[in-house]
């Protein structure tokens, strides 16, 4: 039977399906649980802190500012939870599907608690009552990374937001990969000098987010087809074009254009590179756009350099309004998210493909080999702290493939035979020296 890239087996009969909600086998859930510690570490080691919030939230949390921060609309990716009639509370009540409205919900209600500026992570779960497909999951784990300010919140945090999602990439071993980075205000800057505004430049914005990587020559088309001026096209495709502020500046002094958003985008490139971040990890793309209408500044997409069929794996940007529709207080942000289900499947998927087999170690019993010589190599084994798994009867069904990075088997003649995996190297090792050997061979 096939497996998806959710983990399920897809011929599951259709009455006990559950579409959207991913369910992974050991493999799935051994990586899950590795990429959460990899990712906490980097995170933690820029000063961020854990932040747990409730998977239930008030209806009018989830709702609040016209659902601002729901992709579907107020109410139409919410689960509903409703209570037993022996508990009914008569409160109306749903499932969080973001980790950002139930932070600023912690903040409402916890500010004069807080210290300010809030430096903050969630890893959590969350659900959106989407039709599922291969990039819309029901239910998934959602990575969160954000600092809150009080009134104001310095350009620097923006370069630590992208600093921390570098060291958490890092972190899980990514390979290759850089953070694309833009700036709204630039953008509307832009547009501004074309009497573009409101309404129209978030039409437009939607138009070059939803163009992603293709061509600058396709996005500049369909954004006359949508009725944009040719003029304006034009610049917008100019500007899709270049890659350092410095070119920018100059399309923006040739049209009158208010440079503050450029300014704002040099600072925050110039203090990630004086934090330590490597220069071609982040990269200036006038095509960051992030739909969303919160967004009120700078932008971050990630992508994996030779999987960029992927799309972004982390996402994000400044939103300078986080609680004004909730209390009329001013509460900067900015953050990020990675979407660690998603990241899960893909990485399984690339996995199958011919990368790497999970870290541990299976150890068999041969047809001759005596107990106490299997025990005493699965003991040898976990002492040097290998994760070692041993089968005490054999496979159920030998044609179910598992993963795994070592296979040994006792054999009866006190020798061993170890097989390291994926490549399929064979040796025959000493049954006393196979831990000493497997130990090495994981150090080089």
């Known amino acids: 039977m096939d497996v998806g890239i959710d983990g399920r087996r ?4 259709p009455s006990i399906e559950l579409p959207g ?34 998977a239930v939230q008030p209806w009018s949390v989830l709702t609040a500012g016209d659902g601002q921060y729901s992709d579907g609309g107020v109410g139409k990716p919410i689960f509903r939870v409703a209570e037993p009639p022996e508990t009914d509370t008569g409160a109306r009540l749903g499932l969080r599907y973001d980790l950002t409205v139930p932070l600023a919900r912690h903040i409402a209600e916890r500010g004069d608690t807080l210290a300010f500026p809030l430096s903050c992570y969630q890893i959590a779960k969350v659900w959106r009552a989407e039709i599922p497909d291969l990039s819309h999951a029901r239910e998934f784990y959602q990575c969160d990374l954000d600092v809150i300010g009080r009134g104001e919140l310095s350009l620097f945090f923006d370069a630590e937001i992208a600093c921390a999602l570098h060291a958490a990439f890092e972190a899980v071993g990514l390979g ?27 039409a437009i914005v939607q138009i070059i987010d939803e163009g992603g990587r293709q061509p600058r020559e396709k996005t500049v088309l369909q954004l006359r087809d949508a009725g944009v001026a040719d003029a304006v096209a034009e610049d917008i495709g100019e500007l899709l074009s270049l890659h350092t502020v410095r070119e920018a ?96 499947g893909l990485l399984l998927e690339d996995a199958r493909a011919g990368g790497t087999a999970p870290d541990e170690v299976v150890v068999t019993r041969g047809p001759d080999a005596r107990e106490g010589s299997l025990l005493e190599v ?38 061993c035979t ?9 040796r025959e090792v000493d049954a006393g020296s196979v831990a000493e050997f497997v130990a090495s061979g994981r150090a080089s």
Request: cysteine-free; proline content about 5%.
């Open 378 to 415: 699965v003991r040898e084994l976990r002492r040097r702290g290998l994760p070692t798994r041993v089968l005490f009867d054999p496979p159920a069904d030998p044609s179910v493939r598992e993963d795994f990075a070592t296979l040994v088997e006792v054999r009866g003649d006190g020798s």
């Open 10 to 13: 897809s011929a599951l009969r």
């Open 249 to 344: 500046r100059d399309l923006f002094a040739r049209r009158g254009a208010d440079q503050g958003g450029l300014d704002e985008l040099e600072t925050v490139i110039d203090a990630a590179i004086g934090l330590g971040m490597p220069a071609g990890r982040l990269r200036l793309d006038f095509s960051i756009t992030r739909g969303h209408d919160y967004y009120t500044g700078t932008v971050y997409e990630t992508f994996v350099s030779g999987r960029e069929h992927w799309g972004a794996i982390g996402s994000g940007g400044r939103y300078d309004n986080l609680l004004g529709h909730v209390t009329g207080e001013r509460y900067p942000g900015v953050g990020v998210s990675i979407g660690l289900t998603r990241l899960v």
């Open 418 to 426: 170890v097989r390291h995996m994926p490549g399929g190297q064979v």
């Open 21 to 54: 909600f991913p369910e992974w086998s050991p493999a799935g859930v051994s990586l899950e649980r590795r990429l959460i510690r990899a990712i906490s570490e980097g995170f933690e080691s820029h000063g961020f802190r854990p932040l747990d919030t409730a």
């Open 176 to 202: 290759d990969f850089t953070v694309r980075i833009s700036n709204r205000r630039a953008l509307a800057a832009l547009l501004a000098v074309h009497g573009q505004h409101d309404t129209r430049v978030k």
